[in-house]
């Protein structure tokens, strides 16, 4: 398996511009997991997906974030309008049975709000 | 509000030597428990995951689990400079309950 996929690996964007992060989880993983790194906070869980429905979004920091999963194989994650302090990296991770289980992180988008 | 705690480092060990990496736990029903592997600038990795007490070896890593005392270790024998890393610590309580993670501890072995 190809393992997770995101796109783009680096996004450079101005304040205010819409940003859109892509995945595509492993094939047959029910789960799948948005987090954001910071070297202040770690890493954070921002919301997951059991069988494409949102399940917690608790993490989400605000309205300005929104994600979805259309399908098994892809979900987005947006931010409108962005900020300087969402500048972090975002990883996309999925699980095959619960969310307790083993994750597998694809490998990140570094983003950037100037 | 459930934890994860561990060390933050930097942990420096000398090339050949056993690396200990230790982490503890608030929630007293947690079942599952992880070690995840960071170099700089790249993804987390499984390496390891225990579920019940006692050690669980897997080539130079052994796992170390005592939920009476809710501490997981990670030793890592025969360190070398390829171990550099951060080693993340994650948890999880039932099959309904999310993965916690630590903020990770910063790895240095010396040559």
Redesign the interface.
């Known amino acids: 398996d190809a393992g997770v996929i995101q796109s783009p690996r680096h996004e450079v964007t101005e304040m205010g511009q819409e940003v859109t992060l892509r995945c595509k989880p492993i094939s047959g993983h029910d789960y799948l997991f948005w987090y954001r790194q910071t070297m202040m906070r770690?890493?954070e869980?921002l919301i997951?997906f059991n069988n494409n429905v949102p399940i917690?979004d608790s993490g989400m920091p605000e309205d300005r974030f929104s994600a979805k999963m259309p399908n098994a194989s892809f979900s987005t994650l947006k931010i409108q309008p962005s900020e300087p302090r969402d500048s972090a990296v975002y990883?996309c991770a999925s699980s095959l049975?619960?969310?307790?289980?083993?994750?597998?992180?694809?490998?990140?988008t570094r983003l950037t709000v100037t | 509000q459930k934890e994860v705690e561990q060390n933050s480092g930097p942990l420096s060990v000398p090339e050949g030597a056993i690396a200990s990496l230790n982490c503890t736990y608030s929630d007293r029903v947690s079942?599952?428990f992880?070690w995840y592997r960071q170099y700089s600038g790249?993804?987390?990795?499984?390496i390891m995951?225990i579920y019940s007490n006692g050690d669980k070896e897997d080539g130079r890593f052994t796992a170390q689990l005592n939920k009476a005392s809710q501490y997981v270790s990670l030793l890592i024998r025969d360190s070398q400079p390829s171990d550099s890393a951060t080693y993340?610590c994650?948890v999880?309580?039932?099959?309904?309950?999310?993965?916690i993670?630590g903020?990770?501890t910063s790895l240095s072995v010396i040559p």
């Open positions: 770690g890493l869980l997951y917690d990883f049975r619960w969310q307790g289980d083993e994750q597998y992180f694809g490998p990140g | 079942q599952s992880f790249k993804s987390p990795e499984l995951s993340l994650a999880s309580g039932t099959s309904y309950d999310k993965v993670f903020p990770g």
